[in-house]
């Protein structure tokens, strides 16, 4: 293959695989590491990749987000997974936050048989469905309403959230990854989530394999600040390695 279409191929590859290593793309091509470090950095030089430690990615900017319920159908196995892990976290008695979002959404059903427990939330749908459930006491944030979201965003949220102590966060991210942190393309949302870093005994971030490589304009915080990221194993091992290698916990579950 001549340059071009050599370079095309590392898109597709990528495409397919979200991360690879140097040693993978050489095998896959055929060609030398030198080879292939100049193809990266032509399509790098582009903006269509990303150099990580020992390979590339892609460099998949996040514009907007999709409607609450065109998120509400996508990776709900993982998302099922996420959750039952975070909800493992939770104790009896605890005072937590739900992150505006469909994996916020899919804990509900675990936290239905706790006692004593406080959910702080931005979301309409999970004070929808947790409405039914007297003996959990339940808080929403108020502010200013994304329609797209159905939550309440902005600065408004954020004051409201420095009055609440919270045991522990469970934050949502529509785009993340280890050189940028978590992000998103909606600025408004930044205040509320970066006060719940600042407030919660313990942050959470809980958001599934396929939002890792992008990344939205607006940075919430690096991934070094949350205590904990849940996510699921289909995450490349070499984007696993890179973020462990960045001392950030990270936990790994299996979708059904």
């Known amino acids: 293959m001549i340059p071009d279409q050599r370079r095309e191929h590392i898109l597709k590859l990528l495409q397919e695989r979200h991360v690879l290593s140097i040693n993978e793309l050489t095998s896959m091509l055929s060609v030398s590491h030198m080879t292939v470090r100049r193809d990266i950095q032509a399509l790098e030089n582009d903006g269509k990749v990303l150099s990580v430690t020992g390979g590339v990615r892609l460099a998949a900017r996040l514009k907007s987000e999709p409607s609450y319920l065109a998120k ?33 959404l899919q804990m509900v059903p675990m936290l239905t048989e706790k006692g004593g427990l406080t959910v702080v939330t931005n979301d309409f749908n999970v004070v929808g469905h947790l409405m039914e459930y007297p003996n959990i006491e339940l808080i929403h944030t108020g502010g200013v309403v994304s329609h797209a979201d159905h939550s309440s965003v902005g600065q408004f949220t954020a ?84 973020i462990r290698a960045e001392d950030v916990r990270l936990e790994l579950v299996s979708p059904e």
Do not use: C, H
């Not at 996420?82 to 493992?88: D, K, L, V």
């Not at 934050?171 to 408004?188: C, K, L």
């Not at 407030?199 to 959470?204: C, E, I």
């Open 72 to 104: 509400a159908q996508l990776e709900v196995p993982a998302k099922r997974a996420i959750t039952r892990a975070a909800a493992q976290l939770v104790r009896d008695n605890f005072t937590i936050f739900l992150d505006a979002g469909t994996t916020s």
């Open 159 to 242: 004051d409201f959230l420095s009055k609440v102590n919270v045991d522990i966060a469970f934050i949502a991210s529509s785009s993340w990854d280890v050189e940028r942190g978590s992000t998103t393309p909606s600025e408004a949302k930044v205040v509320a989530k970066q006060q719940l870093l600042r407030m919660a005994s313990k942050s959470v971030l809980t958001v599934d394999s396929t939002k890792y490589g992008k990344f939205g304009t607006f940075r919430v915080a690096r991934l070094e600040e949350f205590d904990l990221i849940i996510t699921d194993a289909r995450l490349p091992q070499s984007a696993a390695d890179e």
